[in-house]
């Protein structure tokens, strides 16, 4: 097939497609799925291996969030019957953290709901960074505390953060159809602030709330020239008492097709498998490692995840191996530019982790649903999937409550 054929040498160079290159990754059929798989996957072998990066979430507050992101659990008005708390204390939010680093886990995710941190709020995710840091100082720390208001990168950076995530979920030209109380231009903003305080940039998007081809498309190639290190794609969880919650837009296969174009438009950069792995590709999860290089481990923010041994029996059978804390994630040369890569080092052509976290909270996978109605003409070809409210399962345990967590 002579697009894959382009694609994959492409690829091998860490080139990127043309954005009709990428479109057609996504009109390919059923017959063609192993095709793609396997072109994709020689990309993501050529920069990463068969290693696999695991990620941890810790809420650090969940729910009661004033926007109004349709696709959130959280969300203002949402009847999602989802665990609410505030502020973890920083010696919680390390214990909760450890758990996930003996799972195997190199990086956490500190992840706080509302629409940005107050300074306040800087110091007690400061607080808890050191705490995390004091019990493993290797591990990396990425924070998503919403939108970043001027200074507090910089604040968080000398804290000790080595990473910010905050998702551009969908293209600009719809982002108005999922969110009302903040524009995807302040989103691109705090993208920006982050990198250019020197934080490593994770930033992504949710397919499944009925966007178009042509709008994957777009954020993807937006994601790129932003420069995020790490490119989380969740996958919509389709949350009762959400605006989206009878949205059910995704198969496995339209799944798989979607990371393989994500990882052809991004073939040296963290491509992160995070919220719905479980709900939508379901027995075809394995196959997904051979596109993404990094997912997370155990539960999500408001959903659970398969249990985390489950995560680790499937990169093992699937003939991958989980990350080390001492390996780099990112090629070399894709370490270099990252931010807080200055001091890359490194043979194999890899470097030091700048990393990046990924799902949401914040702003990432909460699970939640999104965008215009499935009557609107937008809704993607292979979008017949059938409901699996049986799949979504609220969470129960971890932070915020008494039950050991998922790791
Ligand atoms: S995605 Fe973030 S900002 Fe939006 S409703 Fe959820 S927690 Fe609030």
Known sequence: MDLLDTLTAKGLRGETPTREEALAVLATTDDELLDVVAAAGRVRRRWFGRRVKLNYLVNL????????????????GSKAEILKYTWLKPGEAAEAAKAGVSGGAKRVCLVASGRGPTDRDIDRVTDTVAAIK???????????????????????????????NHNLNTSEGTYGDIATTHTYADRVDTVQKAHGAGLSACSGLIAGMGESDEDLVDVVFALRELGSDSVPVNFLIPFEGTPLAKEWNLTPQRCLRILAMVRFVNPDTEVRIAGGREVHLRTMQPLGLHLANSIFLGDYLTSEGQAGQADLDMIRDAGFEVEGMGEGTLPRHRADVAAGAADATGGCGTAPAAGACGTGGGCGPCGGHAHGSADDGAVAAGADDEARTDLVRVRRRGAGTELAPNA
């Open 134 to 164: 004091d019990a493993d100082p290797a591990v990396e720390v990425c924070a998503c505390l919403g939108l970043l208001s001027d200074n507090q990168a910089e604040r968080l950076k000398a804290a000790g953060v080595d990473a910010y």
């Open 61 to 76: 507050k969940s729910g009661l969030c004033p926007e109004d992101c349709s696709y959130c659990s959280q969300r203002l």
